[in-house]
């Protein structure tokens, strides 16, 4: 079980509260959130558009642009090369749909998950060259691609690349970096040395909308114009896992109250396919809902189909695109559940569990998987973890990985081993011989430094608070928080020796468990568990015994206490609303 800790971060709480109209468990959470100094948090509280930074300040920005106004004055043929998960899809979107409206001589490829692989390559750029393509630009892709866009320009191509991912190094004798740039024409990239961008966490869908900021600005088209794809930037940022602070929350921010009033008819129709209303969308939705079933199409068809829903011209086509994505999405669910199971008969019934870095070979998996299954195979036994699978020419895999351990930075030590490989601290894809998955095991977990409480796992808790101090007031104020994410999750509250007065199961698969809970204050509050009800019994059970539990199931006092890691929400039903609490954990 995890460990607890509270979050012992100070400040002027009561200063901060007074300063900014907001209670002290508000201030006490952007505290814990790191956000320092007046500024900050005036940004994190109410920060917009005009806290966004100025795209010209993008190394090479100027270049790129000028070289796609001369591309598309002169009608050269502009050939967009993308990725095919979430960013990849709306990064292409952007740049497509931007061009066309500048009237440029343009089209897409989207890289085929198993025949091509991620990214850029050989086959591609022939293929632009043998279509008349002039210009090859990237996006989400193209910062590790030396060699191709070495060949694209062997082939007489333009190329423009627009990125996020890490730029590869070579580590001198010194121990300083070397870091290796592709050689394209312009290179578009916050993460390149030497790029004066203050904020270096954007997606490659934010680069992209960066750049059609620009571009508009230089055709002549209004601000606003530029404004339509905030939305995209929005998904994106979310669905690829980016940091929401900073820029990107404030981006996000916009983005969402964008994307709430959308004309796209594809998302409109993929809402409406996953049963939410225009209007309710937040972060969660892009996240485990509408994304995923954009991700789906690049994993179990081609991401053009994911494409095609968003540039639908009409209602019939967007709702049969929404239709097939959603049901992509469902059969993807379901694999990924036999992945997950196989994935931990592994680790339970081999040498696998006392590695620190798990290195998961699983051939027969779906190597579109792969980074879902190493995701909740990380979530479980809160260690790195990389799923491998067989393919064509070797073995791919995808890596997910804990705060602690930087994917890019250990497999940077050991790239010898790889026929390719990228990606940032927390997630990363490889293909390597088969030959290299015994020594790629070992060679991690021979120098990975991390510590058996860094594995351990811990929750943080954001604030001990007593239901007691549970109001609507309160509840209401926490949503200026959002929107949650990787970098700033959903505030976590702890009571202890909660009195559990009732409590009944219910849901079809009995996997929601209603409590009726007292504090230690004598507050009565309803608390709902969604998560392993029958996993919660057991522990109740084997700590109180069947007749205090049975006792609690008839309604009837059974001497229960539990302490709960929670969320207070409004509950509304039948018209009327109450105070209740959404227990996460327990012990």
């Keep these: 079980m995890e460990r607890w800790v509270v979050s012992a971060k100070r400040a002027d709480f009561k200063g901060i509260g007074e300063k900014f109209g907001i209670d002290q468990v508000t201030a006490r959470i952007i505290r814990n959130r790191d956000i320092v100094g007046e500024g900050a948090i005036e940004e994190y509280l109410h920060g917009g558009l005009g806290t966004l930074h100025d795209p010209r300040k993008m190394k090479d920005m100027g270049r790129a642009v000028e070289i796609l106004k001369e591309k598309v004055r002169e009608g050269k043929k502009v050939r967009i090369l993308g990725d095919y998960d979430i960013d990849g899809i709306q990064s292409v979107y952007i740049l497509y749909s931007a061009l066309c409206e500048c009237g440029g001589n343009v089209d897409y490829a989207i890289p085929h998950r198993i025949t091509d692989g991620y990214g850029i390559n050989e086959r591609l750029v022939r293929q632009a060259k043998e279509d008349g393509v002039d210009t090859v630009l990237t996006c989400d892709n193209g910062i590790a691609a030396q060699r191709e866009i070495a060949l694209a320009k062997e082939l007489g191509l333009t190329v423009v690349v627009t990125d996020h991912h890490e730029v590869p190094y070579r580590e001198l004798e010194n121990g300083e970096r070397e870091y290796q740039l592709p050689p394209a024409d312009a290179v578009v990239n916050p993460k390149q040395p030497g790029c004066p961008y203050p904020f270096k966490g954007l997606c490659g869908a934010a680069v992209a909308f960066k750049l059609v900021q620009v571009l508009y600005g230089e055709m002549g088209f209004s601000e606003e114009k530029a404004l339509a794809y905030l939305e995209n930037a929005a998904f994106a940022t979310v669905g690829d896992v980016m940091d929401l602070v900073g820029e990107n929350r404030s981006l996000v921010k916009e983005g969402l109250k964008a994307l709430n009033r959308t004309k796209n008819l594809g998302i409109r129709a993929l809402a409406l396919r996953n049963k939410i209303d225009l209007g309710e969308i937040k972060a969660y939705h892009i996240g485990f809902v509408l994304g995923p079933c954009l991700n789906a199409s690049g994993r179990l068809d081609t991401a053009k189909r994911a494409l095609e829903l968003l540039l639908a011209k009409d209602g019939n086509t967007a709702a049969e695109f929404a239709g097939d994505l959603y049901d992509l999405n469902a059969s993807r669910k379901e694999m990924t559940e036999q992945g997950v199971e196989r994935a931990k008969e592994l680790v339970e019934g081999t040498s696998l569990k006392g590695d620190k870095v798990l290195v998961i070979f699983m051939p027969d998996c779906h190597e579109s998987l792969a980074g879902i299954i190493a995701g909740r195979i990380r979530e479980r036994y809160h260690r790195p973890v990389f799923v491998l699978t067989e393919s064509e020419d070797g073995v791919k895999g995808s890596g997910r990985s804990i705060e602690q351990y930087s994917m890019y930075e250990e497999m940077s030590k050991c790239k010898e081993l790889f026929t390719k490989f990228g990606g940032h601290p927390m997630a990363a894809g490889l293909s390597l011989p088969k030959e290299n998955v015994g020594l790629f ?19 943080v808790i954001d604030v001990p608070m007593p239901l007691d101090y549970i109001t609507r007031e309160l509840v209401e104020e926490l949503k200026v928080l959002e929107p949650f994410g990787k970098s700033n999750e959903k505030p976590v ?87 209740q609490i959404v227990v996460k954990n327990y012990c």
């Design 493 to 579: 509250f702890a009571d202890k020796n909660l009195h559990i007065l009732s409590l009944r199961i219910c849901g079809k698969n009995r996997n929601v468990c209603r409590m009726q809970v007292q504090s230690q204050g004598g507050r009565q509050m309803d608390a709902i568990y969604f998560r392993d009800v029958d996993k919660f019994l057991a522990y109740l059970t084997e700590k109180y015994g069947e007749q205090a539990v049975g006792l609690a199931m008839a309604g009837q006092d059974g001497g229960i206490y539990v302490s709960f890691i929670y969320y207070p929400e409004i509950n509304s039903y039948q018209e009327r609303e109450s105070l």
């Design 441 to 459: 095991r070992q060679s991690l977990n021979e120098n990975t430094l991390l510590t058996e409480e860094d594995i351990q796992g811990k929750i």
